[in-house]
Nanobody, 111 residues
């Protein structure tokens, strides 16, 4: 059974940084696309970043230049490095691979 566990969310001031982690078990995501999505209150879930082995990462337009997705295959973990955070980045962030989703981690950007 695939399990994805996110961590690293929290409250941060505008301009700050956070690093989210998603540890996978029950699956090796080498050669699989790993995704980070987010969902803000009242809005649809949107793709934030995607990474595949040997491929270039893809980013949503609103986070390009500020967010970076990376992987540690030895730890079966995917990360989302978020810099220069803005209030509009406030959302629950979810890790996804194939049809599996994590429980989400809340990111709140506020002064």
């Amino acid at each position: 059974q695939v399990q994805l566990v996110e961590s690293g969310g929290g409250l941060v001031q505008p301009g700050g940084s956070l690093r989210l982690s998603c540890e996978a078990s029950g699956i090796s995501f080498i050669s699989l696309p790993m995704n980070w999505f987010r969902q803000a209150p009242g809005k649809q879930r949107e793709l934030v970043a995607r990474i595949t082995t040997g491929g270039s990462p893809d980013y949503g337009d609103s986070v390009k230049g500020r967010f970076t997705i990376s992987t540690d295959y030895a730890k079966n973990t995917v990360y989302l490095h978020m810099n220069n955070l803005k209030p509009e980045d406030t959302a629950v962030y979810y890790c996804n691979v194939l049809m599996s989703w994590g429980q989400g981690t809340q990111v709140t950007v506020s002064s």
